[in-house]
């Protein structure tokens, strides 16, 4: 009885093992066949949007540049005496900016207007001397007539009338070679004055060098026209095809991070340059020149900038949303 028993219970153990197991995971892999047909059209249309969608504005930091910037520096060597306009002073063209002095220019100068004063005083005195000539020569010509004289003190005459007429004119080309030098003396002084080469702004402080001497070509302004500023700003070479000549752009200034100007792409550079970002990190960027629409009375050349230049194609309702102020961008 007891055997039968023992029996029974391990055929019913048996019997539990043998049962099959439950296929827990068929029903919920037929929900992922859904859910995966269910996200194919949203994954379909993001891979539009990137490849065909509006494409966002391009942004970097930009440096405010000019067409016309130039060196003026000294033309005739000398010594710095006075400056007549400091750094970031507007100008007219011709204006003096500066007074140079140069005691060797100013001495020969002089010398030389003694000289000529001499040598006009000698040439009064030699067309006094033929003008004498001349009338001894008509006078004794009449008395030759008359038969007064011989010929012999007609020609004597005659030929001191020649001598005296070969001396002006010897004097004459004396003095015009000394009015010659006079005049490059004058030019070489004027030279001595620096002028503005065209209206603009003065962007450097020369007031320590006064006093100083300075060599033929030696820098002494930088000068900038305002009215020919424009923003550079070097776009990765990856992008750089999505910009095109007349593109809009916005601006903002770190000077000003509370207002924004606009503007236009005028120049793309025609090659690549290298921008160094990190240690080891090199990224090739091409220079994109962009037109503001008006000139800045606060410009000063090399300020930075906000940039965000619209590409044709870009959604102007997200050009106008994108973060334009990078406030911590600008305000390093």
Request: hydrophobic share 40%.
């Amino acid at each position: 009885m007891i055997q039968e028993e023992i029996l029974g219970s391990t055929q019913k153990k048996e019997k539990k093992e043998t049962l099959p197991e439950p296929n827990l995971f068929e029903e919920p892999a037929k929900k992922k066949g859904k859910l995966g047909l269910f996200l194919l059209p949203f994954f379909l249309a993001a891979i539009f949007f990137v490849f065909w969608g509006p494409k966002g504005a391009i942004e970097g930091e930009a440096l405010l540049k000019s067409d016309q910037m130039v060196q003026v520096g000294v033309v005739t060597p000398g010594v710095l005496r006075e400056l007549l306009h400091k750094k970031g002073d507007e100008v007219k063209q011709g204006e003096i900016l500066a007074r140079f002095e140069n005691k060797d220019i100013s001495e020969a100068l002089s010398e030389k207007e003694l000289q000529l004063e001499v040598l006009n005083h000698k040439k009064t005195q030699l067309l006094k001397k033929q003008e004498f000539s001349k009338k001894d020569k008509d006078r004794k010509t009449l008395l030759f007539e008359n038969g007064v004289i011989g010929y012999v003190k007609v020609d004597e005459a005659e030929l001191d009338l020649n001598h005296a007429s070969e001396d002006a004119a010897a004097l004459d080309k004396e003095i015009e070679s000394f009015q010659k030098e006079i005049l490059f003396l004058k030019d070489k002084l004027k030279t001595l004055e620096i002028t503005a080469p065209f209206s603009g702004v003065i962007l450097n402080d020369s007031s320590e060098k006064t006093g100083n001497y300075f060599k033929e070509g030696e820098k002494v302004f930088d000068f900038v026209d305002p009215s020919t500023f424009y923003l550079e700003v070097n776009v990765l070479e990856k992008e750089i095809e999505k910009i095109k000549i007349g593109d809009s752009a916005k601006v903002v200034f770190r000077a000003t991070p509370d207002r924004n100007y606009t503007g236009q792409v005028v120049k793309i550079g025609p090659e690549t340059e290298k921008e160094i970002e990190k240690v080891f990190k090199v990224k090739h960027v091409v220079p994109v020149a962009i037109k503001l629409s008006e000139v800045l009375s606060h410009a000063r050349y090399g300020m930075h900038a906000w940039v965000q230049i619209k590409p044709n194609g870009t959604d102007g309702a997200a050009f106008k949303n994108l973060t334009l102020f990078r406030k911590k961008e600008i305000q390093k």
